[in-house]
T-cell receptor
Framework: AQSVSQHNHHVILSEAASLELGCNYS??????LFWYVQYPGQHLQLLLK??????LVKGIKGFEAEFIKSKFSFNLRKPSVQWSDTAEYFC??????????FGAGTRLFVKA | EAGVAQSPRYKIIEKRQSVAFWCNPI?????LYWYQQILGQGPKLLIQ????????DSQLPKDRFSAERLKGVDSTLKIQPAKLEDSAVYLC??????????????FGPGTRLTVL
């Protein structure tokens, strides 16, 4: 069955530290990839997405993600986190069957 | 631009009771999704509509859950009768229609259901 794995359920960082959140999926065909974020008290919203082209995609607030097809991965990165990045981050994969599968999420807490 | 609206925001019921949730998507969005998000897990798709037709309801427990999208706009999701394990946040999302895949989904605030 198709699935999405997020390796870390909880991450705690100090401000200015670098961030990398892992995401792997199990599907051998063409995929569209998303990272969504949910800030405390807010709705889920799109952070960035990859459909095709340059595998390094940039999103809002300085986030970027790299699609590595050979590793079935779409890891999220940010060189220097801020306290305001405290949120829950979800990786999501669309396998082209009009179904989006979400990972379990990673809760990020950034210490000021 | 108005976002996705959902109501109620919170609902507490006893097991075996019925409950209904309402969703109004962003104007012009052809695709509407209902997700169930259990605490500590990611959203799980229950049903997806394209206009007023069902695209995917493979994970909808059809013995107790039902959903409709009248006139291709608003949608309701019903649970009858509810079980303890239905306690979750029910999210509604909408997106524009693409030919071969989903596009960015815009989520509502969700309805937090507690079944006692």
């Amino acid at each position: 069955a198709q699935s999405v794995s997020q390796h870390n359920h909880h991450v705690i960082l100090s401000e200015a530290a670098s961030l990398e959140l892992g995401c792997n999926y199990s599907y051998g065909g063409t995929v569209n990839l998303f990272w969504y974020v949910q800030y405390p008290g807010q709705h889920l919203q799109l952070l960035l997405k990859y459909f095709s082209g340059d595998p390094l995609v940039k999103g809002i607030k300085g986030f970027e993600a790299e699609f590595i097809k050979s590793k079935f991965s779409f890891n999220l990165r940010k060189p220097s986190v801020q306290w305001s990045d405290t949120a829950e981050y979800f990786c999501a994969v669309d396998t082209g069957g009009f179904k989006t599968i979400f990972g379990a999420g990673t809760r990020l807490f950034v210490k000021a | 631009e108005a976002g996705v609206a959902q109501s109620p925001r919170y609902k507490i019921i006893e097991k075996r009771q019925s409950v209904a949730f309402w969703c109004n998507p962003i104007s012009g969005h052809a695709t509407l999704y209902w997700y169930q998000q259990i605490l500590g897990q990611g959203p799980k798709l229950l049903i997806q509509f394209q206009n007023n037709g069902v695209v995917d309801d493979s994970q909808l427990p059809k013995d107790r859950f039902s959903a409709e999208r009248l006139k291709g706009v608003d949608s309701t999701l019903k649970i009858q009768p509810a079980k303890l394990e239905d306690s979750a946040v029910y999210l509604c999302a909408s997106s524009q229609k693409l030919a071969f895949s989903t596009d960015t989904q815009y989520f509502g605030p969700g309805t937090r259901l507690t079944v006692l």
